[in-house]
Structures are given as C-alpha cells and as structure tokens.
C-alpha cells in the first residue's frame, strides 16, 4: 500500500520539490492532500497530476474558484478554505506523512496538529519549531509522532548521527554518545564577500538570488542576512537536544558539505551531495530506506576546493542575535522569528533598506530577551505582541 501523503505549502519551493520526488515513486507514496497560500493556478495544475482526494487554500473564493475549475477538469477532489482545513488535513486519520513546508509562523498549528495525531512529519517549517521549540518536542513525545528533518543541514546532522539515536534525535544525549559538536555549515549567502559600506544598497533581487540553492524569497533573505544559520541554529538546539555550546556554525561556500558531526574520539562525519532539496525530502520520505532521485550524483573530479571561514558578527549580526535568543529562551526566539518575517516582508516591499533587517530584529528581541513563554497561547501573544513591536519600529524607520 503506498504511504498516504498531505504536502503542506505544496505551491513552494520544498511543496513542488516534494511532488517531484512522489511522481517517481507513484507505487510507494500517494497524494491524499495539497495545501497552497495563494497560487491557486499551480495548486490546480498540482491537483491535476496527482489527483489528491483534499486541495486547501487560504481564501474562500479562492476555494470556490479553483473547486469550479477541477470539477471542469473532471476532477473529485474537494476543495477547503482557511487555517483551520490546513490543521484538519494535516491530521486527517488517512494521513501518514505530512510534509510541512508552508513558510513562516502560518505553519506552526497545522504542523502542530500532524504531530498532535502521531503523524511522520517531514520538517521543512523552521519557523514553527523556533517559535515553540520545548512545546513542540513535548507533543512529539506525548504523541509518538516521528520527526524528520528537511532542512538540509539537519537532514545531515542526522544522518551522522549513531542509528540508534536517529528515531529520537530530539532526545539524544549527545555525550553519552560521543558527540563533542555539531558543526552546522552555511555558505554565507551572496554577500559573503561584499563590502560592507554597500550592504545599505542591496536591493531585494540581489537578496534572493542565492549562489547555490533555489528557495522561497523568505528564505533567501535570510540566506543572505544569515538570519537562516540563526534560525537552523535554534532548530538545531531542539532536533538534537544540544545547548548552544554544543553548535558551531561553519561557513563553507561551495554548499557540498550540509554539515557535521564531530565525535569525542577525533573522527568528523560528514554528509555531502550536490546542493538540491529533492535529497534531504527523499531521504525523510523514504527513512529509513534509500529511494532514488534525479540529483545530480557528486562528481568529485568536478567539485571546486572545498573552503571554510568564521562567520564575522559584523556582517551577519542576525546570526548572533539569534545565537543569543536561543540562549535566553523561548520568548527571545519567538520575538525574533516574528520581527524578523515582518522585516524580510518590508525589505521586500522596498520599505525599509537591507541592514535594516537587523536593527529591527535586534531592537525587538531586546523588548522581549526575557519574555517567557511556555503555553501554545502564551507563545501566540509574544508573536503577536512582537509583531506590533516591529511593525512600530518599521513605521518609524520608513516615515
Ligand atoms: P515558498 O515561499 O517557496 O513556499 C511557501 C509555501 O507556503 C507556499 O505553498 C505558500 O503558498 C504557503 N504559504 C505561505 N503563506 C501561507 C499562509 N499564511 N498559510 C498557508 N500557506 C501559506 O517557501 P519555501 O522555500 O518552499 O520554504 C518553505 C519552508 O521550508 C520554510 O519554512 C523554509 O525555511 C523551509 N526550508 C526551505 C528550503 C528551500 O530550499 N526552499 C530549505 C530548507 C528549509
Ligand atoms: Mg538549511
């Protein structure tokens, strides 16, 4: 029997890259449901090749249209509007994976509601975890759901981990195992060699045209602050159960190594690959089998010099200001998630300039360093309250 598969965030980058490696493999995995914000044309064009028995959508004529539009198409599929149809499909009793790529704070509660029904959920959604860190892995374990990294980097980290501890990573005790360090590589985004007095000047197309990988605009964004190592540090402290010491972020621009474990005895365990998402989503599909993918195979006669470099605080401030908030706990990393979406969004609109990202960030985070916040509801007022925060410091800067 194929695995039944619900793909949040399908219309995205990690959503499209899923549905890729699922129509190589149509006898292992089916589609039961696809969720997309707003690109409703590729939603329908996704519901045509895969045929799943759910689509969702944010807006409620964006449902009614698109259903009008598959009934034409001959096709069955029902159709759902709004937060609460993302939650419903992600823990429909049907369901046995659900990927989690919508981006951003949305995804938080319908990740939230997969875990809550013991699901295999496939991790793309940083976000979530980096809002709610310790009240996530509680309901990982209290629901025995299994948990597997998407991100590449801790897709990685996993796999250099001992097998027995790959099951619950979250509760690995990394010296009991022989783990001195987790080494969580990045390439330093496009602007690792820009100089500085031009940062100011960045416009958002040079922000999201990464050197290596292909993503969302978020995500590139943060890609280029390094606000995206900051956000996989956080994740990476809850995945692996470590505390900040125990992660080293290394810069390593060519993207072929996705990070390391150091163990005690002196030996570094690496995973590498060419830099495409389709490995780390079959790798998590498929665990603890290997299933095939049309990833460029690794060439190592073609692999330029492989080099690492510190990352410098005073051209990824963002990156230590979130190594600080995973230090001071879960409000500090809840407030920066949210200042930092509403920044991303601003410089994206061309409201604010790019090194404006992190005087947001920083000015919030200090606003909410020791705001704790352990409740679901108490972690959804420290969103919602930096939010406002932000949004008053932004309109400050644009006036
Ligand atoms: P994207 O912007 O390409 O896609 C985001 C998806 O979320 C889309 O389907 C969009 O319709 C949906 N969405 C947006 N707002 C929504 C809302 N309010 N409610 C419901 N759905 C909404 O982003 P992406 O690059 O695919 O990234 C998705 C997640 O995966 C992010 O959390 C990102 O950090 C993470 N991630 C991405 C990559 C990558 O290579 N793209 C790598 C590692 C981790
Ligand atoms: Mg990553």
């Known amino acids: 029997m194929p695995k039944q598969v619900v793909v949040l965030g399908a219309t995205g980058s990690i959503g499209c890259s899923t549905l890729d490696v699922i129509a190589q493999h149509p006898g292992e995995f089916q589609v039961l449901a696809l969720t997309g914000g707003l690109r ?12 799943p028995r759910f689509a969702a959508v944010l807006q409620e004529k964006d449902a009614s249209e698109l259903q009008r539009q598959l009934k034409d198409a001959g096709l069955s599929t029902q159709v759902l509007a709004g937060e609460q149809a993302f939650c419903d499909l992600a823990a429909h009793p049907d369901a046995d994976i659900v990927m989690a790529a919508i981006v951003g704070a949305a995804g938080l509660l319908p990740t939230l509601a997969a875990v809550k029904q013991g699901k295999t959920v496939l991790l793309a959604n940083k976000e979530a975890l980096v809002m709610s860190g310790e009240l996530f892995i509680d309901a990982v374990k209290q629901h025995q759901a299994t948990l597997l990294p998407i991100d590449s980097e801790h897709n990685a980290i996993f796999q250099c981990l001992p097998a027995d501890l790959q099951a619950h990573s979250y509760q690995s005790d990394l010296q009991k ?38 993503m969302g605009r978020k995500i590139s964004v943060d890609s280029a602050t390094m606000m995206n190592k900051g956000l996989e540090f956080i994740e990476a402290r809850w995945l692996f159960n470590c505390q900040p010491r125990d992660i080293e972020v290394v810069i390593h621009p060519q993207s072929i190594i996705h ?16 830099p495409d998402m389709r490995t780390p989503i079959a790798h998590a599909l498929a665990f603890p089998k290997r299933i095939a993918t049309t990833v460029k195979p690794l060439n190592f006669f073609e692999v330029p010099v492989f080099s690492f470099e510190k990352p410098d605080p005073s051209r990824y401030p963002c990156l230590f200001l979130a190594i600080e908030a995973c230090g001071a706990g879960q409000g500090a990393t809840t ?6 979406e509403l920044a991303v969004d601003a410089f994206l609109a ?5 090194t404006s990202i992190a005087e947001v960030n920083a000015a919030t985070l200090s606003q909410f360093t020791h705001h704790q916040a352990t409740q679901l509801q108490d972690i959804l007022a420290v969103d919602q309250a930096a939010r406002r925060h932000a949004e008053q410091l932004l309109r400050t800067m644009h006036a």
Not at 260 to 265: A, I, T
């Open 335 to 340: 407030a920066l998630n949210a200042a930092n």
């Open 177 to 214: 195992a022989g783990i001195a360090k987790i080494l969580l590589t990045g390439s330093g985004g496009p602007f690792r060699q820009k100089p500085l007095a031009e940062f100011a000047a960045i416009t958002p197309e040079q922000a999201v045209a990464h050197p290596n990988w292909s």
């Open 350 to 354: 061309g409201r604010i300039p790019f």
């Open 40 to 51: 409703v044309d590729v939603l329908f064009r996704q519901c045509v090749s895969f045929k």
């Open 259 to 274: 990070s390391m474990v150091q163990y005690s005895d002196g030996s570094v365990i690496a995973q590498l690959g060419n």
